[in-house]
């Protein structure tokens, strides 16, 4: 039994305290908490893992990969800390050690339990950035059978699988669209699985808004509608919402293309504030047709401008048939997922990482 160091507190305690502190973003704060715990005990395998992932959480990587070797040190056979050891190196760029470190945990995890989890995706995430993204979405498909209810490794795979299909196979080609649906399966999945787990609902505007690319690429542009307009609804706050809105309003006016009575009622987006308009504009349309033959009885003295009533009741039909009158002809612009086009995306395969890798940071 170690003895306690300041204020009485056991080195658990310390370390304890460190991983509370870390987990409310007090990241300096939790550092000395933890280093408290390796002075009054060096040995302390945890606390140096703890102060490892603390440091990665501030950049430090150095530091991190000196504190995780420690740890290494100290207890030779978690495969835990060989894993996070090579997530350092892999966000370094250093796919070399980082593979090391990988296998090195794979050979150290022989029960191929939910832990083994992490190092197989981080595997799979090498094999991407190696271009072999076969190899890369068996992993993803190992991965998930050990964390069956982690959405974000149905994320990865669909990711890998979209890779595969852009870069192997012919752009609307059967293959081609095989490939498509499966995406969706996965990406189904991970919907349903981020709305069941509190922790991770904030995937699931991510999830929707990918659906909604994919079921565009597939040519379903009303699945597509569905799910952008479910992933609006979900008033996340997250950027990808922008993107959904902006996605959503060009399938609805540029492919779904509706009678513009339907655009007015039936919009997808701000849809009470343009039928408050709609009805707006008709009533005043009708009071102004309705009531014009009385206006020189009522008000004899007024001089009423014929030519500019005539103009203004144009005006207002025409403002209420704008959306027949002219569709102004969307551009051809390359999808990306931050920013999405109208017409026939080719999904940006870095935009789609980047959104990936941003939830994994934030919500894992």
């Given at each position: 039994?170690r003895?306690?160091?300041?204020?009485g507190?056991s080195?658990?305690?310390w370390?304890?305290?460190?991983?509370?502190?870390?987990?409310?973003?007090?990241?300096e704060?939790?550092i000395k908490?933890?280093?408290?715990?390796?002075?009054?005990?060096?040995?302390?395998?945890r606390?140096?893992f703890?102060?490892?992932?603390v440091?990665?959480?501030?950049?430090?990587?150095?530091d991190?990969?000196?504190a995780?070797?420690?740890?290494?040190?100290i207890?030779?056979?978690?495969a835990?800390?060989?894993?996070?050891?090579?997530e350092?190196?892999?966000?370094l760029?250093?796919l070399?050690?980082?593979?090391?470190?990988?296998?090195?945990?794979?050979?150290?995890?022989?029960?191929?339990?939910?832990?083994?989890a992490?190092?197989?995706?981080?595997?799979?995430r090498?094999?991407?950035?190696?271009?072999?993204?076969?190899?890369?979405s068996?992993?993803f498909?190992?991965a998930?059978?050990?964390?069956?209810?982690?959405?974000?490794?149905l994320l990865?795979d669909?990711y890998?699988n979209y890779?595969?299909a852009?870069?192997?196979?012919?752009?609307?080609?059967?293959?081609?669209?095989?490939?498509?649906?499966?995406?969706?399966?996965n990406?189904?999945?991970?919907?349903?699985?981020?709305?069941?787990q509190?922790?991770?609902?904030?995937?699931?505007p991510?999830a929707l808004?990918?659906l909604?690319?994919?079921?565009?690429?597939s040519?379903d542009?009303?699945?597509?509608k569905?799910k952008?307009e479910?992933?609006?609804k979900?008033?996340?706050?997250?950027?990808?919402?922008?993107?959904?809105?902006?996605l959503l309003?060009?399938?609805?006016?540029?492919q779904i293309r509706?009678?513009?009575w339907?655009w007015w009622l039936n919009?997808p987006?701000?849809r009470?504030?343009?039928r408050i308009?709609?009805?707006?504009?008709s009533?005043?349309?009708?009071?102004l047709l309705l009531?014009?033959?009385?206006?020189?009885?009522?008000?004899p003295s007024?001089?009423v401008?014929?030519?500019?009533?005539v103009f203004?009741?144009?005006l207002?039909?025409?403002?209420?048939?704008?959306?027949?009158?002219?569709?102004?002809?969307?551009?051809?612009?390359?999808?990306?997922?931050?920013?999405p086009?109208p017409?026939e995306?080719v999904?940006s395969?870095?935009?789609?990482?980047g959104k990936?890798?941003e939830?994994?940071?934030?919500y894992?």
């Amino acid at each position: 039994m170690r003895e306690p160091g300041e204020n009485g507190m056991s080195e658990t305690e310390w370390n304890n305290k460190g991983v509370v502190l870390s987990k409310l973003g007090r990241h300096e704060e939790a550092i000395k908490a933890l280093e408290k715990a390796i002075e009054i005990n060096p040995q302390n395998d945890r606390a140096w893992f703890g102060k490892a992932v603390v440091l990665g959480e501030l950049e430090k990587y150095e530091d991190a990969i000196k504190a995780y070797d420690k740890a290494i040190e100290i207890k030779p056979q978690d495969a835990l800390t060989y894993s996070n050891l090579a997530e350092v190196f892999f966000d370094l760029g250093n796919l070399k050690d980082a593979s090391q470190r990988v296998e090195q945990a794979l050979d150290r995890d022989k029960n191929r339990d939910k832990s083994l989890a992490p190092a197989l995706s981080l595997k799979a995430r090498i094999k991407i950035e190696e271009k072999d993204y076969e190899a890369a979405s068996e992993l993803f498909v190992k991965a998930i059978s050990l964390d069956a209810g982690n959405p974000l490794l149905l994320l990865w795979d669909a990711y890998a699988n979209y890779l595969k299909a852009e870069f192997s196979l012919e752009s609307g080609g059967k293959r081609f669209q095989e490939e498509v649906v499966a995406i969706i399966r996965n990406l189904e999945r991970a919907d349903t699985l981020s709305k069941e787990q509190k922790r991770r609902k904030q995937i699931r505007p991510h999830a929707l808004y990918f659906l909604g690319c994919f079921y565009l690429k597939s040519k379903d542009i009303f699945a597509a509608k569905e799910k952008l307009e479910e992933c609006t609804k979900l008033k996340s706050k997250s950027p990808i919402e922008a993107s959904a809105r902006e996605l959503l309003g060009n399938i609805w006016n540029y492919q779904i293309r509706p009678p513009w009575w339907r655009w007015w009622l039936n919009a997808p987006l701000y849809r009470w504030p343009k039928r408050i308009g709609f009805f707006m504009v008709s009533l005043f349309i009708f009071a102004l047709l309705l009531l014009h033959p009385f206006i020189p009885g009522w008000f004899p003295s007024l001089q009423v401008n014929w030519t500019l009533y005539v103009f203004l009741i144009a005006l207002l039909i025409i403002i209420l048939l704008f959306p027949s009158i002219e569709r102004i002809r969307a551009r051809d612009i390359e999808v990306e997922l931050r920013s999405p086009p109208p017409f026939e995306p080719v999904l940006s395969p870095m935009a789609m990482e980047g959104k990936i890798k941003e939830i994994e940071a934030k919500y894992q």
